[in-house]
């Protein structure tokens, strides 16, 4: 990883972000570039205004990088929407990784979420860190999570060419159904049978998980299963908390299968939900 993109609008939110771009910076000897995008939809003098402002805190930033982090940074304004301006930059800076904050939890959530972050993950072309968690060292444990589609393999093996696993605990996490424990249908067996049924489910999606790992070329990672108890986004964070996971890796790619389980609403809610920082791999070129 060498080329890192910081999206900023000077908030709090984006210096959690540009705390962590300057770990990861740091860790392997990367470059930054800030960026930040004034809305173009404004009378002139406001443009104006907002964009020497923007200039002159932009400088500042990047020579504290300098300074106090030993970290190159380069610096852009980009006049656009707010989506817009950030995936422009992306596609001229063609970064190994987009680091966002997190998303404002009240005000707006719904509109941040659903247009600026989710659309950046998908059409952006690079893995998107949105760092929910007050950096405070590198990452000790990533879980990652699967459906055991090729998508999947893609997106993970685009992970670990990144490197932000090589030092960590990485967990990979298969979230199964068991559709006859389903409620419609759990009446009808008895305890002992739902635990016989559930044992073979847990083996069954193991051995499946086990098998997508020989084949995906990922190196030194645990396999983990888990019971769709809830929904898939719960699984995901409670599977996280419960091992104390703190980076949670989702993928997507424009097919079937993961899309309609990591795009829309797993996706989205993981985002808006999780205290975790979030990495998220969008499609693969081509594939």
Not at 7 to 22: K, N
Not at 144 to 173: N, P, V, Y
């Amino acid at each position: 990883m060498k080329k890192i993109m910081v999206a900023t609008d000077f908030s709090e939110r984006s210096d959690r972000a540009l705390r962590r771009a300057a770990l990861l910076a740091r860790q392997f000897g990367a470059a930054i570039t800030l960026v930040h995008v004034v809305d173009d939809d404004l009378p002139r003098r406001i443009l104006d205004a907002e964009r020497d402002e923007a200039e002159t805190l932009l400088r500042q930033t990047a020579d504290t990088l300098g300074q106090v982090d030993g970290v190159q940074c380069e610096t852009r304004i980009i006049l656009a929407s707010p989506f817009a301006g950030i995936i422009r930059g992306v596609e001229e800076a063609k970064p190994d990784l987009l680091v966002i904050g997190p998303h404002r939890r009240q005000i707006l959530k719904d509109v941040f979420i659903g247009t600026t972050a989710e659309r950046t993950i998908r059409l952006g072309g690079c893995p998107v860190l949105m760092v929910n968690a007050p950096p405070t060292g590198a990452y000790r444990h990533m879980m990652q999570t699967t459906d055991l589609s090729d998508g999947s393999r893609d997106a993970l093996q685009t992970i670990r060419a990144l490197g932000i696993g090589d030092e960590t605990r990485i967990t990979l996490l298969h979230v199964f159904d068991a559709p006859a424990l389903r409620l419609t249908m759990s009446h009808t067996m008895s305890k002992a049978d739902q635990a016989h049924y559930m044992a073979g489910e847990e083996k069954d999606a193991l051995r499946d998980l086990t098998g997508f790992l020989a084949g995906a070329g990922l190196g030194s990672v645990v396999p983990k299963v888990r019971h769709k108890a809830t929904t898939v986004h719960r699984e995901i964070l409670e599977a996280a908390q419960a091992e104390a996971a703190d980076l949670i890796v989702v993928s997507t790619h424009g097919k079937t299968g993961l899309r309609k389980l990591l795009v829309g609403s797993v996706t989205e809610h993981v985002l808006r939900t999780s205290a975790i920082d979030i990495l998220a791999i969008p499609p693969v070129q081509g594939g």
